[in-house]
Nanobody
Framework: QVQLVESGGGLVQAGGSLRLSCAAS????????LGWFRQGPGQEREFVGA????????NYADSVKGRFTIDRDIAKNTVYLQMNSLKPEDTAVYYC???????????????????WGQGTQVTVSS
């Protein structure tokens, strides 16, 4: 089992920034991939980005590329989602997800992740 605890959500004005954290614990492996997904009001859950723990390789959805960055702190076993230039359409519940074995071609698929955090609300006002 892998436990994920997110934090850092809140209310921000358009153009502002927020940083979300996802602390991982439990049976993590060196191959673990941590992904960020979001679900806006009345919308399906969508991929935001993901990072491979071992080498920090990451990728992002086109909608956030250039604005959002994922990095990790090995000592703290924590992954961060830095969100800049936020837009009202970024409003959503953001989820951290993890899986110990996942092909890079599947990083964007939520069904590929076995472990999920509780979610944190991000609201961007116009």
């Amino acid at each position: 089992q892998v436990q994920l605890v997110e934090s850092g959500g809140g209310l921000v004005q358009a153009g502002g920034s927020l940083r979300l954290s996802c602390a991982a614990s439990g049976r993590t492996s060196s191959t673990i991939v941590l992904g960020w997904f979001r679900q806006g009001p009345g919308q399906e859950r969508e991929f935001v980005g993901a990072i491979r723990w071992s080498d920090a390789i990451s990728n992002y959805a086109d909608s956030v590329k250039g604005r959002f960055t994922i990095d990790r702190d090995i000592a703290k076993n924590t992954v961060y989602l830095q969100m800049n230039s936020l837009k009202p359409e970024d409003t959503a519940v953001y989820y951290c997800a993890a899986d110990n074995i996942i092909r890079q071609t599947n990083w964007h698929n939520d069904y590929a992740y076995d472990y999920w955090g509780q979610g944190t609300q991000v609201t961007v006002s116009s």
